[in-house]
T-cell receptor, first 112, second 114 residues
Framework: KQEVTQIPAALSVPEGENLVLNCSFTDSAIYNLQWFRQDPGKGLTSLLL?????REQTSGRLNASLDKSSGRSTLYIAASQPGDSATYLC???????????FGQGTTLQVKP | DTAVSQTPKYLVTQMGNDKSIKCEQN?????MYWYKQDSKKFLKIMFS???????INETVPNRFSPKSPDKAHLNLHINSLELGDSAVYFCASSQDWGGFGTQYFGPGTRLLVL
């Protein structure tokens, strides 16, 4: 049974810091892995999608990596800003199924 | 233009009532999903439809009945609401079933059962 874990559960950093969010999954048989952002009281916004054959994806100040064999992904945020404050969710899509299995998220606070 | 929309945004109701949540996507996707986010913010899939056909039915009480009248719509009807049904329900869609694309989420419906 696939399980997704995110560490840390919460993180508070001063503005301008680079930071790394971690995601681990127990079964390496995945189609892809997706990072989402959720703002309080809002829906999910997709940030980055990494296919199982890829090692990383980049979008602006965000970089996500995937090491399928070790069951790990990281989301790197460069030069963090207060507007980055949100909950970041990692989700894997197991092979042969369309559903996403989510971690419990990392709540990030970036202080001005 | 909203890609995935849900109505209502908020729903407050009494235990034992029956209620429905509606979802519509204008992305031309074939697959739609319902997820539940509990009080601990944990998101878990409930159902998935591909081209109006039920594909995923997780361990969900049969008080929950999804219906897909067409590819662009997926509704969720809940009978005999219980306190434990209080949660945020998210609708999502993707290009196709088992494909490699991104899932797009709606804004959520916040259900509170009193």
């Amino acid at each position: 049974k696939q399980e997704v874990t995110q560490i840390p559960a919460a993180l508070s950093v001063p503005e301008g810091e680079n930071l790394v969010l971690n995601c681990s999954f127990t079964d390496s048989a995945i189609y892809n892995l997706q990072w989402f952002r959720q703002d309080p009281g809002k829906g999910l916004t997709s940030l980055l999608l990494i296919q199982s054959s890829q090692r990383e994806q980049t979008s602006g100040r965000l970089n996500a990596s995937l090491d399928k064999s070790s069951g790990r992904s990281t989301l790197y945020i460069a030069a963090s800003q207060p507007g980055d404050s949100a909950t970041y969710l990692c989700a894997v899509r197991p092979s042969n199924t369309g559903k996403l299995i989510f971690g419990q998220g990392t709540t990030l606070q970036v202080k001005p | 233009d909203t890609a995935v929309s849900q109505t209502p945004k908020y729903l407050v109701t009494q235990m034992g009532n029956d209620k429905s949540i509606k979802c519509e996507q204008n992305l031309g996707h074939d697959t739609m999903y319902w997820y539940k986010q509990d009080s601990k913010k944990f998101l878990k899939i409930m159902f998935s439809y591909n081209n109006k056909e039920l594909i995923i039915n997780e361990t969900v009480p049969n008080r929950f009945s999804p219906k897909s009248p067409d590819k662009a719509h997926l509704n969720l009807h809940i009978n005999s609401l219980e306190l434990g049904d209080s949660a945020v329900y998210f609708c999502a869609s993707s290009q196709d079933w088992g494909g490699f694309g991104t899932q797009y989420f709606g804004p959520g419906t916040r259900l509170l059962v009193l």
